[in-house]
């Protein structure tokens, strides 16, 4: 039996599966990861600030017009569409078979897939909120109020992404522990799981199948019943289809 069909067997035989993913999941869809060896962290961007800076609260703040530059610009992939991964699971979601997804990522695009329980981690970039009064804006806004999209109060609106020096969202936590304690299967993909607190939460699965599809190897694969060092997006659509 080859790795796909034993996949296949664990979700034929699921009703609760989560998965668990992160960058790796939307390279497929054109998007850049951030901390593989051409990710946007390993890129010398700026003569006086790392990326990473740059993606933190405090360059937010005392630079606002250098932080939108850089997040237009390295954040916002609007073009990218779903790939045969973010597809599976919305199919897998509509028979009964996956629960929840829980994502690092930020780009949205296993909704537009047409996922309907996703726990966003990191939060998204579809969605904005002026700091000052609350009021909600979308993308848009931010993309074509340059170079810094002001509220019209006054605030500035600022992208509902979770930037170095924030907290996560607790109700996301919360919902996305929640998902992972009653899943009977937990799928990891696409993420190194080297970034936390997001990656501490895989700890709190005690279901039957832990199942690991990256193409590098990460802490929890002595753990795994399966570990698939191929494509997601191949993966998971070859697996969803013998389901049919």
Request: aromatic fraction near 10%; hydrophobic fraction near 40%.
């Given at each position: 039996?080859?790795?796909?069909?034993?996949?296949?067997?664990?979700?034929?035989?699921?009703?609760?599966?989560?998965?668990?993913g992160?960058?790796?999941?939307?390279?497929?869809?054109?998007?850049?990861?951030?901390?593989?060896?051409?990710?946007?962290?390993?890129?010398?961007?700026?003569?006086?600030?790392?990326?990473?800076?740059?993606?933190?609260?405090?360059?937010?703040?005392r630079h606002?017009?250098?932080?939108?530059?850089?997040?237009?610009?390295?954040?916002?992939?609007?073009?990218?569409k779903?790939?045969?991964g973010?597809?599976?699971?919305?199919?897998?979601?509509?028979?009964?078979?996956l629960?929840?997804?829980?994502?690092?990522?930020?780009?949205?695009l296993?909704?537009?897939?047409?996922?309907?329980?996703?726990?966003?981690l990191?939060?998204?970039?579809?969605?904005?909120?002026?700091?000052?009064?609350?009021?909600?804006y979308?993308?848009?806004?931010?993309m074509?109020?340059?170079?810094?999209?002001?509220?019209?109060?006054?605030?500035?609106?600022?992208?509902?992404?979770?930037?170095?020096?924030?907290?996560?969202?607790?109700?996301?936590?919360?919902?996305?522990?929640?998902?992972?304690?009653?899943?009977?299967?937990?799928?990891i993909?696409?993420t190194s799981?080297?970034?936390?607190?997001?990656?501490?939460?895989?700890?709190?699965?005690?279901?039957?199948?832990?199942?690991?599809?990256?193409?590098?190897?990460?802490?929890a694969?002595?753990?795994?019943?399966?570990?698939?060092?191929?494509n997601?997006g191949?993966?998971l659509?070859?697996?969803?289809?013998?389901?049919?």
């Amino acid at each position: 039996m080859t790795d796909i069909e034993k996949l296949g067997k664990i979700l034929s035989e699921s009703s609760s599966a989560v998965f668990f993913g992160g960058a790796g999941m939307s390279t497929e869809s054109g998007i850049p990861d951030f901390r593989s060896a051409n990710g946007i962290y390993n890129q010398k961007l700026h003569k006086t600030f790392s990326p990473e800076e740059m993606a933190s609260h405090n360059f937010f703040v005392r630079h606002p017009e250098e932080f939108f530059a850089f997040y237009r610009e390295r954040f916002v992939y609007l073009d990218a569409k779903p790939n045969a991964g973010h597809i599976a699971l919305a199919e897998l979601e509509k028979k009964g078979i996956l629960s929840a997804v829980v994502t690092q990522n930020i780009d949205g695009l296993h909704q537009i897939a047409g996922s309907k329980v996703v726990y966003e981690l990191h939060g998204s970039i579809r969605r904005s909120f002026c700091v000052k009064c609350g009021k909600k804006y979308g993308v848009e806004f931010v993309m074509n109020n340059i170079p810094v999209p002001y509220c019209d109060c006054g605030g500035i609106v600022k992208p509902d992404v979770v930037l170095y020096g924030e907290n996560l969202d607790d109700k996301t936590v919360a919902n996305s522990i929640r998902a992972i304690l009653d899943a009977d299967t937990l799928i990891i993909g696409g993420t190194s799981l080297i970034v936390y607190p997001a990656a501490g939460l895989i700890n709190y699965f005690c279901g039957r199948h832990l199942i690991l599809i990256n193409k590098s190897p990460t802490q929890a694969d002595s753990d795994a019943e399966l570990v698939i060092r191929e494509n997601i997006g191949e993966t998971l659509s070859k697996a969803a289809a013998l389901l049919d």
